[in-house]
């Protein structure tokens, strides 16, 4: 079997395919659980808590400078960028994440309950010898 009919045959797979379309259906799923939380969520819970920006958020371990510069416009000192723990924005993507985590739940739950059980297996009884031999030790009685 060559090279390229033993990669179409693994690429053709039912099962990666189904992965396949599953994945590009997450991502696009994410992106409207994102906008959900950064447009609709958060604002809500912004203006409950007084109107604050839940990504504007943050923890300041060290404040950024200003550039200096001297009387020809040459750069002193250059600017130093803040360093700081935007807790915010962790928090809005902890509510993305157990959003998409409860609907997956919800989905998988609900693909269970609409699973077929499979049948119990017939009880089985005894078989047409063992009947036959039951008759027959009855009849010799």
Not at 26 to 44: D, H, L, Q, R, Y
Not at 48 to 76: P, S
Request: net charge neutral; glycine share 8%; hydrophobic share 55%.
């Amino acid at each position: 079997m060559g090279f390229i009919s033993e990669f179409k045959e693994f690429a053709m797979k039912g099962n990666l395919v189904d992965m396949a379309i599953a994945f590009v259906m997450g991502g696009a799923f994410g992106k409207v659980v994102t906008a959900f939380v950064e447009k609709m969520f958060a604002p809500i819970i912004g203006l409950i808590m007084g109107g604050i920006d839940l990504n504007d958020k943050k923890f300041v371990l060290k404040d950024g400078a200003a550039e200096i510069k001297d009387a020809t416009g040459a750069v002193v000192t250059p600017a130093v960028t803040e360093v700081a723990i935007e807790w915010g924005t962790f928090l809005t993507a902890l509510i993305d994440f157990i959003i998409v985590a409860f609907v997956m739940f919800m989905i998988i739950k609900a693909m269970n309950k609409m699973k077929k059980p499979e049948p119990a297996p017939a009880p089985s009884g005894p078989t047409q010898e063992e009947l036959l031999t039951q008759i027959r030790d009855l009849l010799k009685k």
